[in-house]
């Protein structure tokens, strides 16, 4: 049997059997975190509360200017 002789629907039957394979692999291999990445992970974390903090901060100063200004008024 050549490769000329496949048909194409064993030809597409292989190629989805390894590409399942290569995404079972792929998958298993992300699957754990090492060290970096816990520590990536958790600076993005804090990175993203501190920047909900600061946020909620502004959003205080502005209503705190506001009432200054009605004050003023």
């Avoid at 292989?14 to 060290?35: D, I, K, P, S, V």
């Amino acid at each position: 049997m050549t490769i000329t002789n496949l048909t194409p629907s064993f030809t597409r039957g292989m190629t989805a059997l390894f590409a399942a394979f290569f995404l079972m692999f792929a998958l298993a291999a992300c699957e754990e975190q090492g060290t970096a990445e816990q520590t990536g992970e958790a600076i993005d974390n804090a990175v993203e509360q501190t920047s909900e903090m600061v946020e909620e901060g502004a959003e205080k100063v502005e209503e705190g200017a506001e009432k200054v200004e009605e004050k003023a008024e």
